[in-house]
């Protein structure tokens, strides 16, 4: 398990540097960083994008990477019962951003320890890890982003590395 966790950490360290290192570089020399079409049909998808997918193609480490952040939201349907939507996001082997809906499964309630089972028992049943867990969002009610005992902080017990960012939609 500790191999497991060092081993996780270092890809993470060398993906975060590899990020830090194209920033860095596009800072020095001034450049943008976004281009005018960053599509997957583009010949040119902006400096940052270009210069990372280069690093990828050149280093195994960066490229072998499959860390994905995890998207969670729960609300009622119209019968009145509670489901538990879970999106992640992932990177593909081109280096483009994916979201996907992968699951909306009922839920008895919508306490932090609820939706920390049923997120567990949905890693275990598609042999996911959460040592590729890189990042959590959900909306800011309670029972996600408590301090103390919200699925933020439990999720974060298990994998210090899964930051939380505030849901963007809300």
Do not use: W
Not at 23 to 50: A, V
Not at 57 to 84: C, Q
């Amino acid at each position: 398990m500790v191999k497991q966790l060092e081993e996780a950490r270092m890809s993470y360290r060398t993906c975060l540097n590899a990020s830090i290192d194209c920033t860095k570089f596009l800072l020095r020399q001034g450049l943008s960083f976004r281009g005018h079409d960053e599509g997957d049909t583009s010949n040119n998808r902006g400096n940052y994008l270009e210069l990372l997918q280069f690093l990828a193609d050149h280093d195994e480490k960066i490229k072998n990477a499959r860390l994905f952040s995890l998207l969670v939201g729960e609300a009622r349907d119209v019968s009145i019962k509670e489901k538990m939507a879970v999106v992640l996001r992932y990177m593909d082997k081109n280096g483009k951003v994916i979201e996907r809906l992968v699951g909306v499964q009922p839920i008895p309630d919508t306490t932090a320890n609820t939706l920390k089972e049923s997120i567990d028992a949905f890693f275990n049943f598609n042999e996911l890890s959460f040592s590729n867990l890189r990042g959590q969002d959900y909306d800011g009610a309670s029972n996600m982003k408590c301090e103390f005992s919200g699925l933020k902080t439990k999720i974060l017990n298990e994998q210090p590395c899964a930051f939380y960012v505030h849901c963007f939609a809300h």
